[in-house]
């Protein structure tokens, strides 16, 4: 089936959403999201940032579609043509739903942990307005405590379900999943139970915002500090690929992570022993720098050559860094793997 988004043609299996075809294409034409998971069953269909303009429904119907449609769940039809990027109408629509996620999500990006990875925050950089119209209140929650593992800030969940799914699709027993209707609706285990499932730090590598974050990380470093490198260990956890990108500040291991794409989108899911247990540099083959994603500010950071040694020379009275914290920040000795492609 041939289909054309924004004037580029792909040929797509049937089944294929428009979504998957934008991807495949790649560029500026692919509609955000923040729901639709590639490695989720069931996943899209709930935030709305994706919507495009169906301008030609097919080759047998060739009426445009009257309504924006959400790309993540509407599938290809033969000769459709889809505008994207190139649409006032879609754009205008983008804009409102930033807007409609923003009412009530909190702007406290200067202390979250998700600030630098934020889906939110780069469909903010791209699609926000400066002033927000909103002057009611925003809607609060009481903090539950999850687990040992897993910091839920309910305030910032935008409710996109991702969380729920790997619950569903990943653990032996759900804990957690959306109570309550409406403004009320919130993620929760309902009577303050612990997740504990091996692979429920997956959460956190799904969710788009800062609602779900890792406690073992919590306030020890901005992410554009960290240099992430891909890295392995022989795991035995059954189900666990043992393939990880870990975070290191200096020579220490700060955070591990899955490994994502250019779309955040993990490749595998990891274990919780992998993730929150070694955070030891002896506990993995440190392959090399991972490649960087287009909207990042890790970018900015980007090591995949050597680089001069940094002296950051800050003003001890002014900034009180700890001398130990000084040197840390100069690039850790990592040797760098020059068959791996990176950009
Ligand atoms: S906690 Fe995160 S992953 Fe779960 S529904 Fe909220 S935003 Fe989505
Ligand atoms: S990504 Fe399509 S509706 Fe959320």
């Not at 807007?99 to 889906?119: K, R, T, W, Y």
């Not at 780069?122 to 609060?140: A, C, V």
Request: charged share 25%; proline share 5%; hydrophobic share 30%.
């Amino acid at each position: 089936m041939k289909v054309t988004i924004d004037g580029q043609s792909i040929d797509v299996e049937p089944g294929t959403t428009i979504l998957q075809a934008a991807r495949m294409i790649g560029g500026d034409l692919v509609p955000p999201a923040m729901c639709y998971y590639s490695k989720l069953k069931g996943s899209g269909g709930k935030c709305r940032c994706c919507l495009v303009e169906v301008s030609k429904g097919s080759e047998a119907d060739p009426r445009p579609m009257p309504k924006l449609m959400a790309s993540c769940v509407t599938g290809c039809m033969d000769g459709m043509e889809v505008n994207s990027k190139s649409s006032d109408r879609v754009t205008e629509a983008r804009k409102s739903v930033t807007e409609f996620l923003l009412i009530n999500h909190p702007l406290d990006c200067p202390v979250c942990d998700q600030a630098g990875e934020c889906d939110l925050q780069n469909l903010s950089f791209e699609h926000g307005n400066p002033k927000s119209r909103f002057i009611e209140e925003k809607r609060t929650f009481e903090p539950e405590n999850i687990g040992p593992n897993i910091q839920l800030h309910m305030n910032r969940c935008i409710l996109c379900q991702r969380c729920v799914q790997v619950a569903d699709q990943l653990t032996d027993n759900r804990v957690h999943g959306v109570l309550d209707r409406g403004d009320h609706a919130n993620i929760s285990t309902g009577i303050s139970k612990a997740i504990d499932n091996e692979f429920s730090g997956n959460m956190i590598d799904v969710c788009p915002v800062g609602a779900l974050t890792d406690k073992t990380f919590r306030f020890k470093s901005r992410v554009w500090f960290n240099k992430p490198y891909n890295a392995h260990r022989e795991c035995t956890t059954p189900g666990c690929c043992g393939k990880t990108t870990v975070w290191m500040f200096g020579g220490e291991i700060q955070r591990v992570t899955g490994r994502k794409d250019e779309y955040h989108e993990v490749e595998e899911f990891i274990c919780n022993s992998c993730r929150f247990d070694h955070k030891n540099v002896e506990d993995w083959t440190i392959e090399g720098p991972r490649e960087f994603e287009k909207d990042s500010v890790i970018n900015q950071n980007n090591y995949t050559q050597k680089l001069e040694k940094v002296q950051i020379d800050t003003e001890k009275n002014i900034l009180l860094g700890r001398d130990a914290d000084r040197k840390k920040i100069s690039m850790a000795e990592i040797p760098l793997n020059t068959n791996n492609k990176n950009s």
